[in-house]
């Protein structure tokens, strides 16, 4: 199983140059790009993926400063991570 590293942020900024930097350093990594815009997110996702092919790039959206965007969040990343 690959790791999954959650990345907030990751639509531009540190969280979007944070993507780059862990694909380059190891491209079997599973990023989760955690943003509030998904249509920027979607951009991010494709143009990480034309660069690392072999990465596996997904999105969760969320807003950190609205708790229950938070709450979704987390039951979202539950549900996809974490088997019982």
Not at 11 to 22: D, E, M, V
Not at 25 to 48: G, P, Q, T
Request: glycine share 4%; hydrophobic share 45%.
């Amino acid at each position: 199983m690959r790791k999954v590293v959650l990345i907030t942020g990751a639509s531009s900024g540190i969280g979007l140059a944070l993507c780059k930097r862990l694909l380059a350093e190891d491209d079997e990594l599973h990023l989760c790009l955690a943003c509030r815009n998904m249509s920027k997110a979607e951009a991010v996702c494709a143009a990480l993926l034309a660069s690392h092919p072999t990465a596996e790039v997904t999105i969760v959206q969320v807003d950190v400063s609205n708790l229950q965007s938070v709450f979704r969040a987390s039951k979202e990343l539950k549900q996809r991570y974490i088997s019982c």
